[in-house]
T-cell receptor, first 117, second 113 residues
Framework: DTAVSQTPKYLVTQMGNDKSIKCEQNLGHDTMYWYKQDSKKFLKIMFSYNNKELIINETVPNRFSPKSPDKAHLNLHINSLELGDSAVYFC????????????????FGPGTRLTVL | GENVEQHPSTLSVQEGDSAVIKCTYSDSASNYFPWYKQELGKGPQLIIDIRSNVGEKKDQRIAVTLNKTAKHFSLHITETQPEDSAVYFCAAHLYNQGGKLIFGQGTELSVKP
């Protein structure tokens, strides 16, 4: 069974289009994340949600809008796609995020490679 | 702001040799340090982690050490095998910032048979 799944795996689209990437986890976790991996393989947090509530929003353009219909799903919608949005997007989940000194292993999905032409 | 520096960016070793990857973090609020292995076309997979109250942890051929005073942590892989070839990332967890993981730049490890 896949713990964290993403669809689609590949997404090729034209500049200016709107697209969505879906993520689902079957681990029963409360916290989900979106990361962006650029062409140099650098991984950077974009958003996190805990039980459908936004926790982290890292200076991401407002063209990116995460949506969490329930705690098992965190989708990423991107409006007016730009060339610079081309990257691999990873969804991850953890049991919790905790504001106190607690630790939470993050499990990553297989990634979605977005190519904007 | 918070930052994790990782070295080297590429590492090539002969099968059976050891490999060491080093990371330095900046934020004292970091309390948990995972290491991820990313194979081509796949997502990062956790291979080992260490908590801030522990100095060393070992799991078969891999070990991690942490020096909180110097803000250094390292990954050691012994008896390397070709299947260890991948990109390795260190990360620092910020418990006071929503559990954010700050990643190092990655090390591309190549193990030659």
């Amino acid at each position: 069974d896949t713990a964290v799944s993403q669809t689609p795996k590949y997404l090729v689209t034209q500049m200016g289009n709107d697209k969505s990437i879906k993520c689902e986890q079957n681990l029963g976790h409360d916290t989900m994340y979106w990361y962006k991996q650029d062409s140099k393989k650098f991984l950077k947090i974009m958003f996190s949600y805990n039980n459908k509530e936004l926790i982290i929003n890292e200076t991401v353009p407002n063209r990116f809008s995460p949506k969490s219909p329930d705690k098992a799903h965190l989708n990423l919608h991107i409006n007016s796609l730009e060339l610079g949005d081309s990257a691999v997007y990873f969804c991850a989940s953890s049991q919790d995020f905790q504001g106190t000194a607690s630790y939470n292993e993050q499990f990553f999905g297989p990634g979605t490679r977005l190519t904007v032409l | 702001g918070e930052n994790v520096e990782q070295h080297p960016s590429t590492l090539s070793v002969q099968e059976g040799d050891s490999a060491v990857i080093k990371c330095t973090y900046s934020d004292s609020a970091s309390n948990y340090f995972p290491w991820y292995k990313q194979e081509l076309g796949k997502g990062p997979q956790l291979i080992i982690d260490i908590r801030s109250n522990v100095g060393e942890k070992k799991d078969q051929r891999i070990a991690v050490t942490l020096n909180k005073t110097a803000k250094h942590f390292s990954l050691h892989i012994t008896e390397t095998q070709p299947e260890d070839s991948a990109v390795y990332f260190c990360a620092a967890h910020l418990y006071n910032q929503g559990g954010k993981l700050i990643f190092g730049q990655g090390t591309e490890l190549s193990v030659k048979p």
